[in-house]
């Protein structure tokens, strides 16, 4: 899918700390399900 495309930026940044930055921004999230996915054994 990505193959021989070029990098658009590249960040030297983890994304538990990525996901951290957004929560701190918008405080509490809430949690919700989705069905959009499904475990195939």
């Known amino acids: ?3 021989n ?3 658009v ?3 030297p940044t ?3 700390e990525l996901i951290v ?3 701190m921004k ?3 999230i809430t ?3 989705s069905y959009n996915w499904r475990v195939v054994l």
């Open 9 to 11: 930026l590249d960040l």
């Open 31 to 33: 949690a919700e399900y």
């Open 26 to 28: 918008r405080g509490t």
């Open 14 to 16: 983890d994304m538990a």
């Open 1 to 3: 899918m990505f193959a």
């Open 21 to 23: 930055d957004y929560i």
């Open 5 to 7: 495309k070029p990098i």
